[in-house]
């Protein structure tokens, strides 16, 4: 009887970590940078510009930009044109090599213009434009670690997310919201403001992802080791209990 309770408990919990991921929106691209920048969810493959390369990531390989020419170029489509009746979402890791200052992460936009989207650095905070709205986060991002960064456009709103907390959030207004631009990671729609650092596990949405959502993108896989460890042994634990 104290066995089977155990087990049913082991189950739901690891049912809710594996769930964790399923249950939430899923993105409509997914550049891994896991040695080449291919779109493992969607069709939208990008092309290596400069000489980014590849390092030891956050997840498996991660793009690597010298902050000289470095960015990763993907075609206009149709999927990319996101609007307001969908809302939009960018999610990424980053770790800045030298302090940012003035860096597009994620860029479908003309620069200075108001007909799409960006996420970047500015001043050396977060900042998100969607058409002719920019709102800017609070927290200076660090150089030499790990940062995840996130930005969601729901219609309505535009909200800022710095490792799984709200930044900001500001009224969105959309006039024109689709272009013909090539999608930057890395640098602009004129190959300027480049990044300098590594980028990884960049994904793009057509909706606005919620707090929770933004949350489950945040934990780095060694903290899910740590917590698939510590269940295994908390198994060990009771199982070992139960057959004394
Ligand atoms: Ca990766
Ligand atoms: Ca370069
Ligand atoms: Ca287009």
Redesign the pocket.
């Known amino acids: 009887m104290k066995i089977s309770k155990t087990r049913t408990t082991i189950t739901i919990l690891m049912l809710s970590l594996i769930g964790a991921h399923s249950a939430y929106s899923a993105a409509i691209s997914l550049w891994s940078g896991n040695g080449n920048a291919l779109d493992s969810v969607g069709g939208n493959n990008g092309t290596l510009v400069g000489d980014t390369t590849f390092v030891t990531g956050i997840v498996g390989q991660a793009f690597s930009l010298d902050g000289d020419g470095d960015y990763i170029e993907v075609a206009?489509?149709?999927t990319?044109?996101l609007t307001s009746a969908t809302g939009v979402s960018i999610a990424m890791w980053i770790n800045p090599a030298s302090s940012p200052t003035s860096n597009r992460l994620l860029d479908k936009i003309t620069a200075g213009g108001t007909n799409g989207y960006l996420l970047d650095i500015v001043g050396g905070k977060l900042r998100m434009i969607v058409g002719s709205t920019l709102i800017t986060g609070t927290t200076t991002i660090p150089s030499g670690v790990n940062s995840h960064v996130a930005g969601t456009f729901d219609g309505t709103n535009i909200t800022l997310y710095l490792n799984g907390v709200q930044e900001a959030t500001a009224a969105a207004s959309i006039a024109n919201f689709?272009?013909?631009?090539t999608l930057r990671i890395g640098a602009d729609s004129s190959g300027a403001n480049p990044f300098h650092g590594i980028i990884d596990e960049v994904q793009l949405f057509d909706s606005a992802l919620s707090l929770s959502e933004v949350g489950t993108l945040v934990p780095e896989p060694s903290t899910y080791a740590f917590a698939f460890g510590s269940i295994v042994l908390l198994f060990s634990i009771y199982y070992k209990r139960a057959h004394r």
Do not use: V
């Not at 689709?178 to 631009?181: E, H, I, Q």
């Open positions: 206009d489509d149709n990319l044109d689709a272009n013909s631009n």
